[in-house]
């Protein structure tokens, strides 16, 4: 459904397909990055404030954060004022030529605003409209706000970590939104290969509670998967308090000796029969029974070289072994460098931006991106024109306070 200039330059494996993303902040706009590095034509819409990621960290361009810059690469920005009948009628008309209407609103509100799957698939049946918020519409939570810290503690993760920690906390990283946004992802390309195949446009729901306990129980179902249940659903693993990085002579490091063959290599490698023979760390299963005594017997292995010289060793020997990397250090790091993780490009508002190039690779469809996030209402009449709106309306919608354009040059 895509007609403009931008959107021919796009290529990928999405290429082609239109994007209206009414969502802001992270979640949905991570959804919405991934999609337009595969070459969708994402148009995102904004309030006349702004998403309020724009305002959050560093900016070289005010209103333009690096976080804001990063999430919306190669999407095309316009503002739209939902609330004035004008604003939503310019919405309605972008969701009638669009493959995707996304949103990460809470039902009450998109329902408010009457643009729910049943407002949008009344103007476009073929539509894949996807919801993103905190709760199914069918339970009892639903309608309640979420932010990734709620959905951390609902879900069990927070409290998760108190196994290993005096008191519960949430992860250092906002999980719950990154998880829910790929989960959104593949739905969404999911249900474009379904309707391709004949079978019409469809509503995704993606609530983050049920998505992120989905994640959780992954390993941590445990014991609980049978009924009656023959343990807690806890993987005693990963919540070990001696599952921790290991201090070494001159630092840390990550080292895991995990299956019979790696802990085979690990005993010959310090020149220990004994620990091989020895029937707490025999096999595997032994290992998970005396995790406690296991992991302090490597601690104190561990603590007499240095981390040099335990890397030569341990990868001679096939042991999964990594140094501990600040978030600083990824930016130094050689294998990232090898294989190109960070893309530099010559952004008209920024200049040089180093950002995060698309991590998985096509043989025949690279994900790509040329720019950063739009500016505040960037692209407004480049999309309206492609409407057919001639200037005088975008004049008319503008001095009503339904649209708004920046002043720059789109595209600049």
Known sequence: MTTSKTAARKTGPLAGIRILDLTSVLMGPYCTQIMADLGADVIKVESPDGDTSRYVGPTRTPGRSGMFANLNRGKRGIVLDLRKPEGLAVCLRLAQKSDVVLHSMRKPAIEKLKLDYAAVSAVNPDVVYASLYGYGKDGRYSGKPAYDDTIQAISGLAMLQAEINPEPQYVTTVVGDK?????????????????QRGGGGQEIEIPMFEVMTSFLLVEHIAGAAYDPPMGRPVYERTVTPYRRPYKTRDGYLSVLVYNDKQWTRFAELIDRPDLAADPRFRSQAARSQNMAAFCTMVAEIL????????I???????????????????????HLADVGFFKSIDDPHDGTLRLPDYPVR???????????G???????????????MDD????????????RRWQGKAGA
């Open 392 to 403: 005088a309306e975008l004049e008319g919608l503008e001095n009503r306070g339904a649209i």
């Open 179 to 195: 998880v829910c946004a790929l989960s959104a992802a593949y739905a969404i390309i999911a249900a474009l290969l379904h309707r």
């Open 312 to 334: 030569a060793l341990l990868e001679r020997a096939e042991i999964p072994v990594a140094r501990l990397n600040t978030t600083q250090d990824l930016y130094t790091d050689p």
């Open 362 to 372: 096509f043989s025949q469809t690279p994900g790509h991106f040329e720019r950063g």
């Open 374 to 388: 739009p500016m505040l209402g960037e692209h407004t009449a480049e999309v309206l024109h492609e409407l057919g």
């Open 303 to 310: 603590a007499g070289r240095t981390s040099v010289e335990w």
